[in-house]
């Protein structure tokens, strides 16, 4: 969330492409923490942590097998946009789950 823009000029963005990145990915946390706040009132903690904790491990398998996939050593710089997209989801579900409610669910372990 915070190295959004470093990565995706790691990636072969642009500083335009990193600066719309950083952008696009504030717009989701602020979306995905208003549905949790919405959300935790009516299916409670438990079945967010779970939910977001599973969504998170299927997506970082998804980026492991696209870049396992479609890695090239040859070139030294290359972006996917499927990994985008899931590191989009990636984020959207850490906000979901674990982002706004890690405060209060470590109250109640």
Excluded: E, W
């Amino acid at each position: 969330m915070y190295f959004t823009p470093q990565l995706i000029a790691s990636l072969g963005g642009g500083p335009n492409m990193s600066l719309i990145s950083a952008i696009i990915v504030d717009f989701m946390m602020v979306l995905a923490g208003f549905t949790s706040i919405l959300l935790v009132d009516k299916l409670g903690r438990k079945p967010l942590l779970i939910g977001g904790g599973t969504l998170m491990f299927m997506t970082q398998i998804s980026v492991a097998i696209v870049l396992a996939t479609n890695f090239d050593p040859s070139v030294t710089v290359q972006i996917d946009k499927n990994v985008i997209y899931i590191v989009l989801v990636l984020i959207c579900a850490f906000v979901l789950s674990f982002g706004k409610h890690q405060h209060v669910s470590c109250h109640f372990i």
